[in-house]
């Protein structure tokens, strides 16, 4: 059971816009900590996709944001590839548990 | 160019002792934190620990106290992960990632990824 809770799987039809959420609670996202997003392409290493709630790193396509709001955040994504088949995941500190805590991850298939 | 190259795959026996390493290079590797992350097969991803090659000063989620050791050797700019006894349960892909000092700040850099396989 994660700490950060996402749903298992989303999916939609290429062009489309999809959504994941990531819940948690008043000792992380509901906190002072940021939201942080990652994107795992099938059989790589996890890749910084959003920081800091809505911040995309250089390179990263404007059709990936993120936003966050009380003890949730959200990543959107637009304009849906076939390439952005991949799972996501959130990440934000805990300080109950002083330490990081991930979201058990969002399976996306493009349709 | 920012890169963690982490050693290769590795097949061990229960209650055999492992290490595997995380190297960076392409800036400057006292001066950012390494993480460790562990995803089992077909799971997500958790947080192990972390270290500061700084001053090799370790911190363990804990989930993952007295179960292993994450030591750094800033001379060569590597971090490592230790276990003294494996067992079936450790079985996983480990990654390395490094993250700035400032605040909570994301991962920004991840590793290529260690496999483990513990297996009798």
């Known amino acids: 059971q994660s700490v950060l809770t996402q749903p298992p799987s989303v999916s939609g039809a290429p062009g489309q816009r999809v959504t994941i959420s990531c819940t948690g609670s008043?000792?992380?996202?509901?906190?002072?900590?940021?939201v942080h997003w990652y994107q795992q392409l099938p059989g790589t290493a996890p890749k910084l996709l959003i920081y800091?709630?809505?911040n995309r790193p250089s390179g990263v396509p404007d059709r990936f944001y993120g936003s966050k709001s009380g003890t949730s955040a959200s990543l959107a994504i637009t304009g849906l590839q076939a390439e952005d088949e991949a799972d996501y995941y959130c990440q934000s500190y805990d300080s109950s548990l002083s330490g990081w805590v991930f979201g058990g991850g969002t399976k996306l298939t493009v349709l | 160019e920012v890169q963690l190259v982490q050693s290769g795959a590795e097949v061990k026996k229960p209650g055999e002792s492992l290490k595997i390493s995380c190297k960076g290079s392409g800036y400057s590797f006292t001066t950012y934190w390494i993480d460790w992350v562990r995803q089992m097969p077909g799971k997500g991803l958790e947080w192990m620990g972390i270290i500061y090659p700084g001053d090799s000063d370790p911190r363990y989620s804990p989930s993952f106290q007295g179960q292993v050791t994450i030591s750094a050797d800033k001379s060569i700019s590597t971090a490592y992960l230790h276990w003294s006894s494996l067992k079936a349960s450790d079985t996983a892909m480990y990654y390395c990632a490094r993250r700035p000092v400032d605040g909570y700040s994301p991962f920004d850099y991840w590793g290529q990824g260690t496999l483990v396989t513990v297996s009798s």
């Open positions: 008043s000792s992380n996202i509901g906190a002072v900590y940021d």
């Open positions: 800091d709630n809505d």
